[in-house]
């Protein structure tokens, strides 16, 4: 049967004598009144080292629960290529779909770009801190992806190290395998209503590589998805 994850806090790797203590009120609360555990039922889980620890509760009360480490072995399920993903603000819902969905793909990065045509102009960090974790907990990754505070596209531009793509309906068709080398690959999403073109002149002067993904137009949020799992899968 399928162990549940779950990521906490602190550093597993240095618990004492293997026993893990969790005091965090929503993890407690999640523990006894959702899935209902108890003593001697066991979980997975991760602190965002890249370790995954399969452990079992000793105790478990509303005002705590003590687990003790069986097993610490390496997590491998995250995809061997980075994508830092520069999703262009729009509307909530439809941004944190991507943000689920994306770290379910293992996206590495989100960025978030006020773009000239963005709706919207900012993000309530802290539920997508929250979707981030779920997500994650959910598909079992053993590193969080990172989120960054909302920016210019301007500013976007020294936030990477890699090849960098963006996508326009009359540029060459892209094709994975001319990146499947790159160890890390820097992707541009636009708003609902597209890159300006003052916006894509600034990505040509920044050797952005221009490229079409599908003949027919997508919305932000799918053109993301459809895109990371071309990539990561």
């Given at each position: 049967m399928r162990l549940h994850n779950f990521f906490v806090e602190q550093k597993l790797k240095d618990a004492k004598g293997g026993e893990v203590l969790v005091a965090d009120p929503e993890k407690i609360h999640q523990w006894l009144r959702v899935f209902r555990f108890g003593p001697g039922d066991q979980v997975v889980l991760l602190d965002d080292s890249g370790f995954e620890f399969t452990c079992q509760?000793?105790?478990?009360?509303?005002?705590?629960?003590?687990?003790?480490?069986?097993?610490?072995?390496?997590?491998?399920?995250?995809?061997s290529q980075e994508?830092?993903?520069?999703?262009?603000?729009?509307?909530?819902?439809?941004?944190?779909?991507?943000?689920?969905?994306?770290?379910?793909?293992?996206?590495?990065?989100?960025?978030?770009?006020?773009?000239?045509?963005?709706?919207?102009?900012?993000?309530?960090?802290?539920?997508?801190?929250?979707?981030?974790?779920?997500?994650?907990?959910?598909?079992?990754?053993?590193?969080?992806?990172?989120?960054y505070e909302?920016?210019?596209?301007?500013?976007?531009?020294?936030?990477?190290?890699?090849?960098?793509?963006?996508?326009?309906?009359?540029?060459?068709?892209?094709?994975?395998?001319?990146?499947?080398?790159?160890?890390r690959l820097a992707v541009f999403i636009g708003p609902e209503g597209g890159w300006s073109d003052r916006e894509m002149e600034l990505f040509k002067i920044k050797n952005v590589h221009v490229y079409s993904f599908s003949s027919l137009v997508l919305r932000s949020e799918t053109a993301a998805i459809a895109i990371s799992s071309l990539i990561l899968l």
């Open positions: 509760f000793t105790a478990l009360t509303p005002g705590g629960a003590s687990l003790v480490i069986l097993e610490a072995k390496e997590n491998t399920k995250t995809p994508v830092f993903l520069f999703q262009s603000i729009i509307k909530s819902d439809k941004f944190e779909w991507v943000l689920q969905k994306g770290t379910e793909l293992g996206v590495s990065r989100f960025m978030p770009i006020i773009a000239d045509r963005s709706e919207k102009k900012s993000l309530n960090f802290a539920r997508a801190k929250k979707i981030l974790i779920e997500a994650s907990e959910q598909c079992g990754r053993g590193h969080l992806p990172n989120f909302a920016m210019k596209l301007e500013e976007a531009f020294g936030q990477y190290d890699a090849k960098a793509v963006v996508f326009h309906p009359d540029a060459p068709r892209f094709d994975k395998r001319d990146f499947i080398s790159e160890k």
